[in-house]
């Protein structure tokens, strides 16, 4: 093969790779997640792309349910905010299992998973998960997507400061794991 070739055919691959990832983020809001499998031909690449329908509320529900959550019952409220404000509906929860480990370990009385409003003697106080999940949904769209920081990547340096490479890792490590329950279902 020569290089005009070589060169077309990784365009070619780019091109591909990059509207997976599209359909992947577009697919993780609405439910829909996309697999992707490379399949070895000779002297070519291809892709089988398939898809899977994913109950989000069913996923969110065995994800807390693994981590023993109080949040499980929540999952439905959790995918209306995300349908809401157009997040990905893995993002609140995985906020909420990095900063308080699914809701287990959160100020007492508080109702906030999320961390939301901590610093140090100083936090903020719902009446229930619900309502934060609300707030904290609300408080997202306004203060970082509307403003372009989209991603938690982007977040993590304000939400986060101190330790915003952790948290990043971290709402990844548990975004992923709901990624791969939704995938088992």
């Not at 000779?42 to 807390?64: A, P, Q, W």
């Not at 490479?165 to 794991?177: D, I, L, P």
């Amino acid at each position: 093969m020569c290089k005009k070739d070589m060169n077309k055919t990784t365009k070619y691959l780019n091109l591909i790779f990059s509207l997976l990832m599209l359909i992947t983020l577009a697919g993780n809001m609405f439910g829909v997640t996309v697999s992707a499998q490379e399949v070895d031909t000779i002297g070519n690449m291809e892709y089988e792309i398939g898809y899977v329908r994913v109950d989000r509320v069913e996923t969110l529900e065995s994800f807390f349910d693994k981590y023993n959550s109080p949040l499980k019952g929540t999952a439905p409220k959790f995918v209306e905010i995300a349908d809401k404000y157009n997040l990905d509906y893995t993002l609140l929860p995985s906020i909420s299992c990095m900063e308080s480990t699914c809701g287990k370990h959160l100020i007492e009385g508080s109702n906030n998973p999320f961390g939301w409003g901590v610093y140090g003697d100083q936090y903020i106080a719902f009446e229930s998960y619900e309502e934060a999940i609300e707030v904290v949904g609300e408080g997202l769209y306004e203060g970082y997507f509307s403003k372009g920081f989209d991603t938690p990547a982007k977040i993590a340096p304000i939400y986060t400061p101190p330790n915003s490479q952790n948290w990043y890792r971290g709402v990844n490590f548990f975004s992923n794991q709901i990624n791969e329950i939704a995938l088992d279902s």
